[in-house]
């Protein structure tokens, strides 16, 4: 299934992902200050569909929706390393750039990210002549999602009263009730409706992902050199599953049988940043253990060339040693 958004301008139209550099449109709001626009990339392949949100030029969260695993959050470093792959692989994918306001990039979100609420038995989803009024009278406040024929349309509520709404290929001049009247006499759409979001959500970008890889990876080599490979391992290993549970961020890393650091997690800069603190500081704590581990001078010679990056979001200030920068 093809998937069609609201949009209000097609910065770049669909087209073929091969024909595109994925990461030029997503780091362009960085060196031109005409597209530091808001909008979203989709990228299509096959049945997966992948969306990259930007406000104001720079992406900030990416989402899937794919038939067989659902929706949900997708790591940004995860979706720009598929388009890449598929790229080289030269399978037909689709890709556009399309431009929209961020009330509606926060209302699509809201349907990616969250679940849905629970339809009471009662509520008539097919048929609008009921499902308004009851809206109102359960004084709904969130987006309800529309969706026919691969074309996504939503509807902002608050205490049971219609607010605004964005809707994909309605014509100016068809009134909103007309046109969502139409939606429900095509064929069943899928009518769901999720909390709002209070904000727009911000995921950690891939070039931080990436910083953090490398981190937790010198972390290793240097617990390698001072106790062994197996034993530091070992070390990182028992610490990622200690902090795991508190931190899924740091669930999502693996490590390679190579010794190399992968994974997408998908956190805030600041969950990221806490969740790494956190698995790094149990690790050294345990590799302290050993002679010739001295923590402090382990992350300041791990961290030496990316300490000023690492010292604005934090990292530094939530380590239990003071680490001369």
């Known amino acids: 299934m093809i998937h069609h958004f609201p949009h209000e301008a097609a910065f770049l139209p669909r087209t073929k992902l091969s024909y595109v ?11 031109d200050r005409a597209a530091r626009v808001s909008g979203f990339v989709c990228i299509q392949l096959g049945e997966r569909c992948y969306l990259i949100f930007l406000r104001n030029g720079e992406p900030f969260h990416s989402a899937r929706l794919q038939a067989a695993e659902g929706r949900g959050a997708a790591a940004l470093s995860e979706v720009v390393r598929i388009a890449a792959t598929e790229c080289e692989r030269g399978e037909a994918g689709q890709i556009g750039y399309f431009g ?26 097919q048929r609008p002549e009921l499902l308004f009024p009851q809206l109102r009278e359960r004084q709904f406040s969130g987006v309800l999602e529309l969706c026919a024929a691969g074309r996504h349309h ?7 009263a219609f607010r605004s709404g964005y809707f994909t290929e309605r014509n100016d001049a068809v009134p909103i009730p007309d046109f969502v009247r139409s939606v429900f006499e095509g ?36 617990l390698s050199s001072a106790i062994g490979r197996e034993p530091a391992v070992a070390v990182i290993r028992e610490a990622q599953a200690s902090v795991g549970e508190r931190f899924p961020a740091v669930a999502a890393f693996r ?3 190579e010794g190399r650091i ?42 030496r060339d990316s300490r000023f990056v690492l010292q604005e979001h934090g990292f530094f200030a939530r380590l239990p040693w003071a680490v001369a920068l």
Not at 155 to 160: P, T
Not at 197 to 207: I, S
Request: proline share 10%.
């Open 187 to 222: 064929d069943a759409p899928r009518v769901a409706p999720y909390p709002a979001l209070p904000e727009l959500p911000v995921q950690a970008g891939p070039g931080l992902v990436d910083l953090y890889r490398r981190l937790t990876g010198g972390v290793l080599l240097e």
């Open 255 to 257: 490590l390679t049988d």
């Open 21 to 31: 550099n994925l990461p030029g449109i997503l780091g362009d709001g960085k060196r």
């Open 154 to 160: 939503y509807m902002i509520f608050e205490d049971g």
């Open 100 to 125: 929209a306001p961020e009330a509606q990039l926060q209302a699509m979100l809201a349907t990616l990210v969250q679940e849905p609420v629970e339809w009471a038995s009662t509520v008539s989803n």
């Open 262 to 303: 992968a994974g997408d997690p998908v956190a805030s800069p600041d969950g990221l940043t806490e969740a790494v603190a956190a698995w790094l500081t149990a690790a050294l704590v345990a590799g302290s253990r050993y002679d010739g581990v001295d923590p402090s001078a382990v992350v300041e010679r791990v961290a």
